[in-house]
C-alpha cells in the first residue's frame, strides 16, 4: 500500500510538523513506515540551527537519492529550515528531488501527497486499527519518533521567533512570531488526547512569549486552558525564553499538577558582555533572579538549560564565568554546543574565535555541568518512578527506553512487555538501579494507563512513584 517515511532533524518545531504531515498522510490513506526502502514517499524534514545539522541533512538527501534511483516511482520531499534557506541550492544540487517545501508551506505538502496517492499501488490495503495506533516516524536523525509516537503529541502554538539573538538563524527561516488563536491550539489538543496521547507539549521557539492575537491571553492562561482539557495525562512546553518569565507565570506553573516538573531555560553562556552580544535581552543577573523565584515557586522540578560556547569575542574569562553559573546553578541537564557561524546572521560576521578553542571550552564546561546532571540522576537510585515509553532501546532492543516526567532517559529489560500491552499502558514503573551521565538503568515492576493511575504489581510502592519530585 501507499506508504510514507518521515525523517526529522532538528528541534521540537520540526518534530510537531512531522507529526502533521503523518497525520495528513494517514488521512489520505498511506501508512507511516519506519522503514524508507518499503516507502512510496520519503521525506525529509530538515534542520539549518547549527552547521552540522545542515551537513547531515544534505548527507541523507545523496543517500535517499539512491531509493529514487532503483524505483522511480518513489517520491523524494525536504522540508524544513534548510529547504527554506537553500531551495535554490537544493534545486540546483539535487534536481532527483520530486518537492521541495519551505517552512511556511507544510500545508502544500500535505495536498501534495493527496495528489500523489492514487498513483501508488495499494496492494492488500491494510488499514487496521493497530497499524494507525502504533504509527512510528521513522528515521535515524535527532529527533525521530518511535513505535509509540502517539503517546507523545506535539502541539504547535507559535511559529517563528522575532527576538533575533546574532546567532541564531530561527527568525531569518521561520519569520517573525506568529501566534496561533487559543480555540486551534484546544482543539487540537482535544483531538491528540482523543487519539490516545498521554503527553501534550506545547511547542514554540519562545513558547513563554505566546499571546493570543484575539483574546490577549498569555501563556499562563493558555497552560491553564489546556491543563483543564478532559482526559489530559500530563502536559509539558518548550522552549521559554528568560526575559518572558513572569510572576503570573511562575505562580501558574507552581499550581498546575499536570505539569511535568521540568523547565527549560536557556541560559546560552554566563558573561553579562556576551549576553549583550548575543542579544539575549537579559543580564545573569536578571537570570540569577527567575531562577530564584522558579526555585521558590516550583521547588522540587528540573531546570535544564542550552548553552553556547566560543561565540566571537568570548575570551577565557568570559568563559569562566559560564562554568562558575552552571557549577552555582546545577542544571539538571544543559544541551551544550560551540557556535555555529550561519549564513546571513550577524554574529557571523564578527571576528570568529581561533579554531579548536570551541571544542576545549565544550570539554571544559561538559565536565561541570556532567557531574551536576550525575547527581540529578543518582537521587532517582533506590526509588520507583514512572516513565512514558519511547520504544527498544537503539542498543538493546531487548529493553525499553522511556523517560520520566523530568524527562531523564531510563532503560530497563521489557520482559515479557509488547508493543500492543503498552500502546495502551504506556507508563512504566521502574525501579531505578543506577544512575549515569546519560541516564538511568532499572527493572520494571508494573504499567499503567494514566500517570495518575495506581500501579498494580507495585501499589505498595505507590507513595514514592514517580514524584522524585516530592522525595
Ligand atoms: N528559542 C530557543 C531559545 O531562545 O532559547 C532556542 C532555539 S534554538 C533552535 C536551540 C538552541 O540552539 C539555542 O538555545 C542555542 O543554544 C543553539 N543555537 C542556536 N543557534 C546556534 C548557533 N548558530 N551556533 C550554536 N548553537 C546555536
Ligand atoms: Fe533563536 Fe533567540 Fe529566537 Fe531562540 S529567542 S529562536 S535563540 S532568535
Given at each position: 500500500m501507499a506508504s510514507i517515511y518521515i525523517e526529522t532533524f532538528g528541534c521540537q518545531m520540526n518534530e510537531a510538523d512531522s507529526q502533521y504531515v503523518a497525520r495528513r498522510a494517514t488521512a489520505a490513506g498511506y501508512a507511516v513506515t519506519a522503514n524508507a526502502a518499503e516507502a512510496s514517499v520519503v521525506v525529509l524534514n530538515t534542520c539549518t540551527v547549527r552547521d552540522n545539522a545542515e551537513k547531515r541533512a544534505y548527507g541523507r538527501m545523496a543517500h535517499f537519492k539512491a531509493l529514487k534511483t532503483a524505483d522511480p516511482n518513489v517520491k523524494l520531499v525536504v522540508c524544513g529550515c534548510l529547504a527554506e534557506q537553500d531551495r535554490d541550492r537544493m534545486q540546483a544540487s539535487a534536481p532527483y528531488l520530486d518537492a521541495i517545501f519551505g517552512t511556511r508551506d507544510l500545508g502544500r505538502l500535505g495536498d501534495a501527497l493527496v495528489a500523489w496517492r492514487d498513483g501508488f499501488d495499494d496492494g492488500d490495503d491494510d488499514h487496521s486499527e493497530q497499524r494507525l495506533m502504533l504509527e512510528p516516524i521513522g528515521g535515524q536523525?535527532?529527533?525521530?519518533?518511535?513505535?509509540?509516537?502517539?503517546?507523545?503529541?506535539?502541539?504547535?502554538?507559535?511559529?517563528?521567533?522575532?527576538?533575533?539573538?546574532?546567532?541564531?538563524?530561527?527568525?531569518?527561516?521561520?519569520?517573525?512570531?506568529?501566534?496561533?488563536?487559543?480555540?486551534?491550539?484546544?482543539?487540537?489538543?482535544?483531538?491528540?488526547?482523543?487519539?490516545?496521547?498521554?503527553?501534550?507539549?506545547?511547542?514554540?521557539?519562545?513558547?513563554?512569549?505566546?499571546?493570543?492575537?484575539?483574546?490577549?491571553?498569555?501563556?499562563?492562561?493558555?497552560?491553564?486552558?489546556?491543563?483543564?482539557?478532559?482526559?489530559?495525562?500530563?502536559?509539558?512546553?518548550?522552549?521559554?525564553?528568560?526575559?518572558?518569565?513572569?510572576?503570573?507565570?511562575?505562580?501558574?506553573?507552581?499550581?498546575?499538577?499536570?505539569?511535568?516538573?521540568?523547565?527549560?531555560?536557556?541560559?546560552?553562556?554566563?558573561?553579562?558582555?556576551?549576553?549583550?552580544?548575543?542579544?539575549?535581552?537579559?543580564?545573569?543577573?536578571?537570570?540569577?533572579?527567575?531562577?530564584?523565584?522558579?526555585?521558590?515557586?516550583?521547588?522540587?522540578?528540573?531546570?535544564?538549560?542550552?548553552?553556547?560556547?566560543?561565540?566571537?569575542?568570548?575570551?577565557?574569562?568570559?568563559?569562566?564565568?559560564?562554568?562558575?553559573?552552571?557549577?552555582?546553578?546545577?542544571?539538571?541537564?544543559?544541551?551544550?554546543?560551540?557556535?555555529?557561524?550561519?549564513?546571513?546572521?550577524?554574529?557571523?560576521?564578527?571576528?570568529?574565535?581561533?579554531?579548536g578553542v570551541g571544542t576545549d571550552r565544550l570539554k571544559r564546561l561538559a565536565a561541570v555541568v556532567d557531574r551536576n546532571v550525575r547527581a540529578w540522576h543518582r537521587r532517582k537510585v533506590g526509588r520507583i518512578v514512572r516513565a512514558l515509553v519511547q520504544g527498544p532501546s537503539r542498543k538493546d532492543r531487548s529493553k525499553l527506553a522511556a523517560k520520566t516526567t523530568d524527562n531523564v532517559t531510563l532503560i530497563a529489560p521489557a520482559g515479557s512487555l509488547d508493543e500492543a500491552q503498552l500502546g495502551v499502558r504506556p507508563w512504566l514503573d521502574v525501579r531505578v538501579n543506577e544512575a549515569f551521565t546519560w541516564g538511568c538503568t532499572g527493572e520494571i515492576l508494573g504499567i499503567a494507563t494514566r500517570y495518575d493511575d495506581l500501579a498494580p504489581q507495585a501499589v505498595d510502592a505507590r507513595a514514592t512513584i514517580d514524584l522524585i519530585a516530592t522525595l
Amino acid at each position: 500500500m501507499a506508504s510514507i517515511y518521515i525523517e526529522t532533524f532538528g528541534c521540537q518545531m520540526n518534530e510537531a510538523d512531522s507529526q502533521y504531515v503523518a497525520r495528513r498522510a494517514t488521512a489520505a490513506g498511506y501508512a507511516v513506515t519506519a522503514n524508507a526502502a518499503e516507502a512510496s514517499v520519503v521525506v525529509l524534514n530538515t534542520c539549518t540551527v547549527r552547521d552540522n545539522a545542515e551537513k547531515r541533512a544534505y548527507g541523507r538527501m545523496a543517500h535517499f537519492k539512491a531509493l529514487k534511483t532503483a524505483d522511480p516511482n518513489v517520491k523524494l520531499v525536504v522540508c524544513g529550515c534548510l529547504a527554506e534557506q537553500d531551495r535554490d541550492r537544493m534545486q540546483a544540487s539535487a534536481p532527483y528531488l520530486d518537492a521541495i517545501f519551505g517552512t511556511r508551506d507544510l500545508g502544500r505538502l500535505g495536498d501534495a501527497l493527496v495528489a500523489w496517492r492514487d498513483g501508488f499501488d495499494d496492494g492488500d490495503d491494510d488499514h487496521s486499527e493497530q497499524r494507525l495506533m502504533l504509527e512510528p516516524i521513522g528515521g535515524q536523525a535527532d529527533c525521530v519518533g518511535d513505535a509509540f509516537a502517539h503517546v507523545r503529541a506535539f502541539v504547535n502554538v507559535q511559529r517563528g521567533c522575532s527576538y533575533y539573538c546574532t546567532y541564531c538563524i530561527v527568525p531569518h527561516v521561520r519569520g517573525r512570531f506568529d501566534n496561533r488563536p487559543v480555540a486551534d491550539v484546544l482543539r487540537e489538543c482535544a483531538s491528540a488526547i482523543a487519539r490516545g496521547a498521554r503527553e501534550l507539549m506545547l511547542v514554540g521557539q519562545t513558547v513563554n512569549a505566546y499571546k493570543d492575537p484575539a483574546t490577549g491571553a498569555d501563556f499562563a492562561d493558555l497552560l491553564e486552558l489546556v491543563a483543564g482539557l478532559d482526559g489530559l495525562d500530563r502536559l509539558t512546553f518548550l522552549t521559554s525564553h528568560p526575559k518572558d518569565y513572569t510572576a503570573k507565570l511562575a505562580a501558574t506553573m507552581g499550581a498546575l499538577p499536570q505539569l511535568n516538573p521540568r523547565f527549560h531555560l536557556p541560559v546560552q553562556c554566563g558573561s553579562d558582555r556576551v549576553l549583550r552580544r548575543m542579544n539575549r535581552k537579559y543580564t545573569v543577573g536578571q537570570y540569577r533572579d527567575k531562577i530564584a523565584l522558579f526555585r521558590k515557586t516550583c521547588p522540587h522540578w528540573a531546570l535544564t538549560t542550552d548553552l553556547i560556547v566560543a561565540f566571537p569575542g568570548e575570551t577565557d574569562d568570559d568563559f569562566v564565568q559560564t562554568l562558575a553559573l552552571c557549577d552555582e546553578i546545577a542544571f539538571a541537564q544543559a544541551f551544550m554546543f560551540v557556535y555555529s557561524p550561519r549564513r546571513g546572521t550577524p554574529a557571523a560576521h564578527w571576528e570568529q574565535v581561533a579554531p579548536g578553542v570551541g571544542t576545549d571550552r565544550l570539554k571544559r564546561l561538559a565536565a561541570v555541568v556532567d557531574r551536576n546532571v550525575r547527581a540529578w540522576h543518582r537521587r532517582k537510585v533506590g526509588r520507583i518512578v514512572r516513565a512514558l515509553v519511547q520504544g527498544p532501546s537503539r542498543k538493546d532492543r531487548s529493553k525499553l527506553a522511556a523517560k520520566t516526567t523530568d524527562n531523564v532517559t531510563l532503560i530497563a529489560p521489557a520482559g515479557s512487555l509488547d508493543e500492543a500491552q503498552l500502546g495502551v499502558r504506556p507508563w512504566l514503573d521502574v525501579r531505578v538501579n543506577e544512575a549515569f551521565t546519560w541516564g538511568c538503568t532499572g527493572e520494571i515492576l508494573g504499567i499503567a494507563t494514566r500517570y495518575d493511575d495506581l500501579a498494580p504489581q507495585a501499589v505498595d510502592a505507590r507513595a514514592t512513584i514517580d514524584l522524585i519530585a516530592t522525595l
